[in-house]
Nanobody, 121 residues
Framework: QVQLVESGGGLVQAGGSLRLSCAAS????????MGWYRQAPGKQRELVAVITSNRGSTNYADSVKGRFTISRDNAKNTVYLQMNSLKPEDTAVYLCNVRVVFAVTGTYDYWGQGTQVTVYS
């Protein structure tokens, strides 16, 4: 079993910054990659950014490129999302996603509880 704990959401004025973090705990697994998704009211969940654990390769949604940076600390099983130059359209619930591999049972996706990010103009 894997537990995810998110933190760092909040209310911020447009142009401001926030940093999200997501820590994974548990045992017996290897983390394949970690990422952030977001879901705004009435909209589908969308990928924001993802990072692989081995090479640290990253991928971003076009809407956040140049403003958001995803990073990870493998020793702490933690992923971060630094969000700069925030816009009102970034307002959403941000969810951490972690894909893990158990040697015997295979690959699973886990989701955090979500953290609210609200950007006002």
């Amino acid at each position: 079993q894997v537990q995810l704990v998110e933190s760092g959401g909040g209310l911020v004025q447009a142009g401001g910054s926030l940093r999200l973090s997501c820590a994974a705990s548990g045992s017996g697994f290897i983390i394949s990659h970690m990422g952030w998704y977001r879901q705004a009211p009435g909209k589908q969940r969308e990928l924001v950014a993802v990072i692989t654990s081995n090479r640290g390769s990253t991928n971003y949604a076009d809407s956040v490129k140049g403003r958001f940076t995803i990073s990870r600390d493998n020793a702490k099983n933690t992923v971060y999302l630094q969000m700069n130059s925030l816009k009102p359209e970034d307002t959403a619930v941000y969810l951490c996603n972690v894909r893990v591999v158990f040697a015997v049972t295979g690959t699973y996706d886990y989701w955090g509880q979500g953290t609210q990010v609200t950007v006002y103009s």
